[in-house]
């Protein structure tokens, strides 16, 4: 069965500050792999995706995530973060199981911006 | 936006009780999800529509269940409900590629 580790719960970044998130996933196959971004009170908003080919995926609000499959991970980046990224990331993997698709999330990372 | 709707954005009900959650996908998109977010389990996928037929299940209490009806839509019924049912309840809908939408929740007060 398919698991996803964020080990990281809370994170805290000055406003500018580079940030990198932390995602570990167990998958037997060529997983594909998701990063959601939800603020207080509000859905699940997809920042990016890797399915295959080019390992450096790009991403909405200036993210970037890189597929590692040595290090079974999926680590997601910023350059120089903004107040408005205050939120909680949720890595997922994609499980393709019978003609079904489910997500297995991480238990998320809380950010937050420090002005 | 996601383009993805949930009605009610909340639900408050009593125990033993039955509600029902809708959602309509994204224009154009076949398949439905549902998960459920809770402070103690985190994000859980509980059951997948495609097209009006059942495709995969989680971790769905058999007191759940869903349908998908040919209008797309989909209803997910909840149950002889429990203070521990309280959560917020998530559908998501799918195209032709593997990526889901998600819309913006359904908040369940179980008192």
């Known amino acids: 069965a398919q698991s996803v580790t964020q080990p990281d719960i809370h994170i805290t970044v000055s406003e500018g500050a580079s940030l990198e998130l932390r995602c570990n996933y167990s998958?037997?196959?060529?997983?594909?792999l998701f990063w959601y971004v939800q603020s207080p009170g509000q859905g699940l908003q997809l920042l990016l995706k890797?399915?295959?080919?080019?390992?450096l995926v790009q991403g909405i609000k200036g993210f970037e995530a890189e597929f590692k499959r040595s290090q079974s991970s999926f680590n997601l980046r910023k350059p120089s973060v903004h107040w408005s990224d205050a939120a909680e990331y949720f890595c997922?993997?994609?499980?393709?199981?019978?003609?079904?698709?489910?997500?297995?999330f991480g238990t998320g990372t809380q950010l937050k911006v420090e002005l | 936006d996601s383009g993805v709707t949930q009605t009610p954005k909340h639900l408050i009900t009593a125990t033993g009780q039955r509600v029902t959650l809708r959602c309509s996908p994204r224009?154009?998109?076949?398949?439905v999800y549902w998960y459920q977010q809770s402070l103690d389990q985190g994000l859980q996928f509980l059951i997948q529509?495609?097209?009006?037929?059942?495709?995969a299940k989680g971790n769905i209490l058999e007191r759940f269940s869903a349908q998908q009806f040919p209008d797309l839509h989909s209803e997910l019924n909840l149950s002889s409900l429990e203070l521990g049912d309280s959560a917020l309840y998530f559908c998501?809908?799918?195209?032709?590629?593997?990526?889901?939408?998600f819309g913006p929740g359904t908040r369940l007060t179980v008192t």
């Open positions: 224009s154009g998109d076949l398949s």
């Open positions: 998501a809908s799918s195209g032709q590629g593997y990526e889901q939408y």
């Open positions: 997922a993997v994609g499980a393709l199981t019978g003609g079904g698709n489910k997500l297995t």
């Open positions: 529509y495609y097209n009006g037929e059942e495709r």
């Open positions: 890797y399915f295959s080919g080019d390992t």
């Open positions: 998958y037997g196959a060529t997983p594909y």
